[in-house]
T-cell receptor, first 110, second 117 residues
C-alpha cells in the first residue's frame, strides 16, 4: 500500500513566496526523506529526518516530523523559479527500503 | 561524491526484444541497489532490491522472470527487461545504498526512459 501521501498534489506560487508541502504516512518509520525531481530526471536527495527528530533545516529548506500524527512538512522559503519541480516524501523502515508518496508538483512563477 | 550513473539514458526498442539497463555507483561501493519504475506523473514504485553476490528480492507483483536483475559487483547492477511489451514503457530509476554504518541515504541515478514500440 502507498505509504506516503503528499498534500497538495499541485502548488503554484510566485517567486519569493514560501511553499509548504505536507506528507502523511501510515506505519512506523526509521526516517523520512524528501526528494526533488525535475521533469524527466532522476531524484535529488534534499533532506533526511530521523524518527527521533522533530525539525531539521538545510539552507532554505525546513522539515518537520510529527510521529504522533505520522506526518511531515517541507517548507521552502523565498522560492525561486529554479525550485519548480516535483517533490516526494519517502519513508524508510529498518530495511532501508523507501516507499514514496505521490508527490507535489511545485510551480514557481517568475 | 556519491554519484550514480545509468546507461542508457533512453532506449527505444521493438516489442519482444530484451533491453539491459546498467546502474553504476561511480565513487563508492554499494552492497545494495534498488530498482524503481515510474509512470508519467506518478510516484516511484520499488521493483526489487539488488544485493551484491546474491539473488534480488522482488516486490509483490513484479515478475522476476521478466525483470532480471544481476548485481555482479559492488559498483554495478543491471536490470534486463525481457520480451518487452508496450506496457513496459516507463522510466526506470536505480538507487544505491553505500552501506556505511549509520548512512541511510540512497543515491539515485538519472533514470532510463524505455519506450517499447
Amino acid at each position: 500500500s502507498q505509504q506516503g501521501e503528499e498534500d497538495p498534489q499541485a502548488l503554484s506560487i510566485q517567486e519569493g513566496e514560501n511553499a509548504t508541502m505536507n506528507c502523511s504516512y501510515k506505519t512506523s518509520i526509521n526516517n523520512l526523506q524528501w526528494y526533488r525531481q525535475n521533469s524527466g530526471r532522476g531524484l535529488v536527495h534534499l533532506i533526511l529526518i530521523r524518527s527521533n527528530e522533530r525539525e531539521k533545516h538545510s539552507g532554505r529548506l525546513r522539515v518537520t516530523l510529527d510521529t504522533s500524527k505520522k506526518s511531515s512538512s517541507l517548507l521552502i522559503t523565498a522560492s525561486r523559479a529554479a525550485d519548480t519541480a516535483s517533490y516526494f516524501c519517502a519513508t524508510a523502515r529498518s530495511n532501508y527500503k523507501l516507499t514514496f508518496g505521490k508527490g507535489t508538483l511545485l510551480t514557481v512563477n517568475p | 561524491g556519491a554519484v550514480v550513473s545509468q546507461h542508457p539514458s533512453w532506449v527505444i526498442c521493438k516489442s519482444g526484444t530484451s533491453v539491459k539497463i546498467e546502474c553504476r555507483s561511480l565513487d563508492f561501493q554499494a552492497t545494495t541497489m534498488f530498482w524503481y519504475r515510474q509512470f508519467p506523473k506518478q510516484s516511484l514504485m520499488l521493483m526489487a532490491t539488488s544485493n551484491e553476490g546474491s539473488k534480488a528480492t522482488y516486490e509483490q507483483g513484479v515478475e522476476k522472470d521478466k525483470f532480471l536483475i544481476n548485481h555482479a559487483s559492488l559498483t554495478l547492477s543491471t536490470l534486463t527487461v525481457t520480451s518487452a511489451h508496450p506496457e513496459d514503457s516507463s522510466f526506470y530509476i536505480c538507487s544505491a545504498e553505500p552501506g556505511t554504518s549509520g548512512t541511510d541515504t540512497q543515491y539515485f541515478g538519472p533514470g532510463t526512459r524505455l519506450t517499447v514500440l
